[in-house]
């Protein structure tokens, strides 16, 4: 549908539609949050056609996102037009906060569209003056609203340092200029100290004259063409403009690109950079540079239309907003190219405010507000899959966050900052790296917060203080995972010692839901020691070790088909052990890479994990040849167990692993 369809009358409403507020659209006003009844609708698609030809504005609604799930699902006829299903039509489905109702057609058991309705506050005011604007503009009078918004209104939402600045900005000068240029800007007297910093996509064809390197320096703290650098970074310099914001830090042109030095300097400070930016702009939709920092609103996800729809409930009047999608779609921040890359995981996770610009709408986020260009006063649908470990989480807690200025931590902070570290690493680890030497470095600015208020040592990506459970990782293959695209590996070079998860290439996660489970360590942690490779003790490593005592004993590990615990991965296989001449299953092993699976393993008990019933957990070892006078060993999995038996004959011993 071309036509915008804004604050809808009751007049403008067929007589079925006119019945949908009284029914589908009450019960959000009526906070009902569950209910699977099918309200009926047009009796055909024909009549709905009819009926939205005729003026009714949410026949047009759901005309729309009907036709959307045609082109979606190639339902079309020979003119290319959508070939609507047969049916009558019905509205239905779980409400939520979401305010999700399924748009049904016949006696299909899958859902044709889907229609969104929150209520819409009732000082809210668009900051738009156009029925339908430019989406882009729509887009940008908006971030400037929730700019302002924040900044007067949300005190959880940290201030910038004023005694930080990056080394180095980009002056982006007044509008219509066609060049920018960069400067030295620490220790410079700036009146304006605001600077944009921008988290995207290199790809694959970043051009060179997009990159700072020692050669270009000169040039560019003089002059740099907006001719020669990329879509996104001429989008950003723009958007800056427009909010009158007077610096922007881009990575390749703030950071020497051909100077190790340099590099581990401005990386040793992301956290910094990211966290005391005015705001931080995210091309989500773009996988590299050439789709810019925009939405792109080229195809069948049209931000456009929507109705503001009154509703009775509880006595009372109130507006609603509403949206249509196909059911193949449903606008969502995890599904953008940028959210699979390693490096701006840290980049989201560190800004205040962060402004994504996704596939078909603009989403934001600040540590007190998720909201959508849809919804732009709150919507809780965009960041399902991944609420930032900064933010308030849904039952009022939030971890102590960016500031330098940090509280002593209770056992109930201290106990849902492992977690949330352990989450943040499950979801890191589910990302892709250009270099693999990138693993720990790209995680350096988060962990850099982390140990503000985690007491101990940070080693490989793990947490001291966190303890053994730090060890008990295991690794997530596509066969148990949707979420996992591949199946793990070791990298060529070397990245950690064993006992970190930064030492493949894989996706992994803890068996551990605090406080629920409880944790009885069987085995002592005694030393680690590690070497880093440069000045950064969060970067990349030379090599490191773990002293630990406790039970170990070798078992055989052996394939059982179906078996109860048996999760069919090709890695998973039982675990047997022999006790006064009777081998006996005790337990299953996880390898971290299929080309170690071996029949014969060490295993060492680490901790008793669950309640009521816990089970023993461990690592899998094999030795390890070297010069090395003691016994040295590395890791090639996970065990877990029900069984004590093989552990009351295993022997107390202390060990190294590599």
Partial sequence: MSTALRGAEVGSFCLYCVSLRGTAFSEAAEVISYNMARYPHQPSCTDLIQSAGQGCTLCQLIL???????????????????????????????????????????????????????????DWKDPWNHEKPDVNEAALLMVNKWIQTCHEAHPDCSRPDDEFMPTRLIQVGPEGADTVRLINS????????????????????????????????????????????????????????????????????????????????????????????????AASSSPDGTQGCRIPNDGDESFWPYLDIPVIGNREQKCYRVFGWSNRWNPSLEDDPLQARGWTLQERELSTRIAHFSRDTLIWECRALRASLNFPWQDPAVVIGHRRVFDTDGVGRRLPGTSHSVPDSTEEQKLLAAAEWFRLVKLYSRRCLTKQTDVLPAMSGVARIFSRFTPGAYCAGLFESHGIISLLWAVDRPQKDKTVSKTSRRPSQYMAPSWSWASLVGAVSWSWYPPQDRIEAVATIQS???????????????????????????????????????????????????????ETKVGWITFDVLDEVCESVYCLACARIGFPWPQVYGLALLPVDNDSLEPSYRRVGRVRTGEKTWLEESLLTEIVII
């Fill in 528 to 582: 680690i020691m590690l070497t880093p490779a440069g000045m950064d003790d969060f970067s990349q490593l030379k090599d490191g070790s773990l002293r630990m005592s406790g039970k170990l004993r070798k078992l055989r590990a052996r394939r059982i088909e179906h078996a109860y615990g048996s999760s069919g991965d090709p890695a998973g296989l039982a675990l047997f052990a022999t006790t006064r001449g009777v």
């Fill in 186 to 281: 620490r220790g410079a007297e700036l009146q304006d100290r605001r600077y944009v910093a921008l988290s995207h996509c290199w790809g694959l064809s970043m051009p060179h004259c997009a990159q700072t390197f020692r050669e270009t320096l000169t040039e560019h703290l003089e002059r740099i063409r907006l001719s020669n650098l990329t879509k996104t970074f001429v989008d950003t310099i723009m958007i800056a403009r427009r909010l009158r914001i007077p610096f922007v830090w881009i990575d390749s042109l703030c950071i020497l690109q051909d100077s190790r030095d340099d590099w581990e300097i401005e990386a040793a400070q992301m956290a910094d950079v990211y966290s005391n930016a005015y705001v931080t702009l």
């Fill in 64 to 122: 729309d996102s009907l036709s959307r799930d045609c082109r979606k699902s190639g339902q079309l006829d020979a003119d290319g037009n959508p070939a609507y299903p047969e049916g009558e039509i019905s509205i239905g489905g779980v409400v939520g906060p979401a305010g999700q109702r399924w748009i049904w057609v016949g006696k299909s058991h899958n859902a044709s569209g889907t229609l969104r309705a929150i209520e819409i506050p009732r």
